[in-house]
């Protein structure tokens, strides 16, 4: 049986406290052999009745990153408008993603007609394959964090405009957009917690319901 020392425990911890949402990048380049290892490393997500049912598309032309943009900025502008007050000046201030700066752009969609798992598992919580998708999201996220990349995920935007952008088929639904680069700035607490957005919850088990 493999086992883990408390080094390797420590680093892991240390590695969870330190996976931040970024917004800020450098314009540096991300070589196309360590993405290639990232989304390699993410194939190894546990999937519901082993369907590995994300789909991660690289977003590169401009004009298909600009219609993303458009999407981001009329429904930013959306929920500017759904706030009042001290509220709506805290969110105004806010920077919610990375879509200007970072030199990579993943678009993850969950294949729902896919037939891989023949079905195991699905069948009465058939929302388990995007469930799944998250799972790819967060390993790749650690992966990435690991070598030193930082990744922002941004979900203020339409999904069908973003599949229509990416051109993938259209019973492929949208999980996640993902900004992926060299972080201009690394903290450890989270980016709206050093606004005054919102605090994290400290650490304990007060989530866990018995």
């Keep these: 049986m493999t086992s883990f020392d408390d080094r390797f425990r420590d680093d892991l911890e240390r590695l969870i406290r330190w996976r931040r949402d970024v917004r800020k990048f450098r314009s540096d380049a991300v070589d196309p052999g360590l993405l290639s ?13 082993l369907s590995q049912p994300w789909r991660f598309v690289e977003i590169c032309d401009t004009a298909r990153r600009d219609r993303v943009i458009a999407s981001f900025e009329r429904c930013n502008a959306d929920a500017l408008a759904a706030y009042d007050g001290s509220a709506r000046t805290d969110y105004a201030r806010l920077k919610l993603e990375g879509l200007h700066e970072a030199p990579v752009h993943l678009a993850v969609f969950a294949d729902e007609v ?75 607490t989270p980016e709206l917690e050093r606004s005054g957005w919102e605090s994290r919850a400290s650490d304990g088990p007060e989530h866990l319901v018995r």
């Design 37 to 49: 290892y990232l989304l390699g490393l993410a194939d190894h997500a546990p999937s519901v009745g």
């Design 114 to 188: 896919t037939e891989k798992g023949r079905g195991l598992g699905r069948r009465t919580m058939p929302e388990m394959l995007r469930y799944s998708v998250v799972t790819a999201v967060h390993t790749f996220w650690l992966a990435a964090r690991a070598s030193g990349l930082g990744v922002g995920w941004v979900s203020i935007l339409e999904p069908d405009d973003v599949r229509l952008a990416a051109d993938v088929p259209s019973d492929w639904q949208l999980v996640a957009y993902l900004c992926v680069g060299w972080p201009l700035e690394e903290a450890e």
